[in-house]
């Protein structure tokens, strides 16, 4: 929670969010039915954590919550949010390369890339362009619910034709008003210094905790921030990306390994030979089988219980995995636990244990992907589940990898038809041929968890890391100040010399005007 929200205690926070929601419908609903989409109204009265990001972005002060609110909720229903698609936005736009989400920073927060290069001010692409950030603010936002962004603006080789101010208040009030608490920090790369006063407008328009979360870096000193396997070559990274369409850029989620090696991908189609890996690993495979179709009960909140009884279900493979106490509850299935896997350095803190549960009729297709399948063992990965059961998944640290804030899972399901088999074979199959619309989707991300050794040396040298950062963006932004000094210099020196022309011009054309009134 921000610092604004720290005094506040959990009653008090529950009381603003009834009090927000009361007054909303009270104030602003019940002038007008038409003025929000009732998709959004519906979330704001359910999700608490959605109610919790605008009070804490407006210092849990109510009045300024529902201002805040319902200019947001006005411009969901003005941008069609909930009904925006791919298809809706110009194909030209994602071929641009303008705009996309690849990557993270050194805290595990997803990269928003804006290429300024690539950005001509023109009056009549504005609402597309507008449409198309929104497309991809709402997309993370389903995506990764709660996960803050770190925008980079990648100004090299750009100059003022690149810059529309209009666009660039837009920008801000996305984060500002429409996705409260989704800005992490604002990375602006190698910003040419023609530019400073274009920003000190920039600046009026942020508030000061955001102004708080502006970057300014260059080549020299952006890996602060964002890790070199993350940085195009271009600014001294290593990451050979490039953006291309279609498809859209995602996280680069495979297949991970499993305790009886690689599991092949749908994509590849020789199910020759993974049959043939079924039939080698015939034993591991038929037990894992049995322990999925059976059904077992889990309770989240007893935990010794429930601790017992998977330990004695399966002792060798579940023994010392981390049991999870959150649940997201999806269309086809309960997955615990709802956000992250939480790993550590010691060995029993390198086991973290996925439970679905199916709260459908009919059997369920699954299987889970990694962003680092070289890192992770999961067993099993690719299976089903029948109607009301479970399946424990557990997720490994493979040799002497250590986990990273960077590292996501992906969990898929898909409903199946009561006569689909759920062989190696017919699963791949059934991944060929099912719909995307079907199939749901959830991610979870992975969290370290520090030790108390770790923590104290953290402690101990954080008095010389922040003198020496502190020094590093007093250095730096010395040197741009030097940077700008000599510009202005260079541009002073080139006012003089043509103020000095202009004088000798109009001096011999004043002559010449003498000369000829004399004369005639």
Avoid at 95 to 110: C, I, P, Q, R, T
Wanted: charged share 30%; aromatic share 10%; net charge negative.
């Amino acid at each position: 929670m921000a610092e604004a929200g720290q005094a506040e205690s959990e009653q008090e926070i529950e009381s603003k969010i009834e009090e927000t929601r009361q007054r909303f419908k009270s104030e602003y609903v019940g002038e007008s039915q038409d003025k929000y989409d009732s998709r959004d109204v519906e979330r704001l009265f359910k999700d608490d954590a959605l109610v919790e990001g605008y009070l804490t972005w407006r210092q849990f002060v109510v009045e300024d919550t529902l201002k805040m609110i319902d200019e947001s909720l006005q411009w969901r229903k003005e941008f069609t949010l909930n009904d925006l698609t791919e298809s809706s936005i110009p194909r030209w736009m994602f071929e641009s390369g303008a705009v996309f989400l690849h990557g993270y920073d050194k805290e595990g927060n997803k990269l928003f890339w804006f290429r300024v290069k690539l950005h001509i001010k023109d009056a009549k692409m504005i609402l597309d362009k507008k449409r198309y950030v929104a497309f991809w603010l709402e997309r993370y936002a389903k995506r990764e619910p709660g996960m803050p962004l770190t925008v980079v603006f990648d100004m090299s080789e750009s100059g003022l034709s690149n810059i529309d101010m209009d666009f660039v208040k837009y920008i801000i009030n996305c984060f500002k008003v429409y996705y409260p608490k989704f800005l992490s920090k604002m990375i602006m790369y190698e910003m040419p210094w023609i530019m400073n006063a274009a920003w000190k407008i920039v600046k009026t328009w942020l508030g000061p905790e955001a102004i708080s979360k502006l970057k300014f870096v260059t080549k020299s000193d952006i890996q602060t921030y964002v890790g070199p396997e993350h940085l195009p070559p271009h600014m001294g990274g290593t990451d050979q990306f490039k953006y291309s369409y279609p498809p859209l850029p995602d996280d680069d989620f495979q297949s991970p390994i499993c305790e009886n090696g690689p599991i092949v991908s749908e994509d590849e189609s020789d199910i020759k030979d993974i049959e043939s890996e079924s039939k080698e690993t015939l034993e591991s495979s038929f037990n894992s089988e049995l322990s999925i179709k059976t059904p077992k009960k889990v309770n989240f909140h007893e935990d010794g219980q429930k601790s017992e009884d998977l330990d004695r279900g399966e002792p060798g493979r579940l023994r010392g995995a981390r049991k999870p106490t959150t649940t997201f509850k999806g269309t086809l299935l309960d997955i615990s636990p709802s956000e992250e896997l939480r790993f550590g350095a010691k060995e029993s803190e390198k086991k973290c244990l996925i439970i679905l549960n199916n709260v459908t009729k009919n059997q369920v297709a699954f299987k889970v992907r990694t962003t680092a399948p070289e890192k992770y063992r999961v067993k099993p990965s690719n299976s089903s589940c029948e109607p009301g059961a479970s399946v424990d998944i557990v997720v490994s640290l493979h040799g002497g990898y250590q986990a990273s804030p960077q590292d996501r899972f992906l969990v898929m399901a898909a409903e199946m038809e009561s006569s689909a088999g759920a062989s190696v074979s017919e699963l791949a199959r059934f991944w060929k041929e099912v719909s995307k619309a079907k199939v749901m989707e959830h991610r979870l991300r992975c969290h370290l968890l520090e030790s108390p050794k770790s923590i104290l040396s953290n402690w101990s040298e954080s008095p010389s890391v922040t003198t020496s950062s502190e020094h590093q963006d007093l250095q730096s932004t010395l040197m741009r100040v030097l940077a700008t000094n000599s510009c202005l210099e260079q541009k002073l020196d080139a006012c003089v010399w043509t103020q000095k022309v202009l004088v000798l011009m109009v001096s011999f054309l004043l002559a010449l005007a003498s000369y000829s009134f004399w004369t005639s």
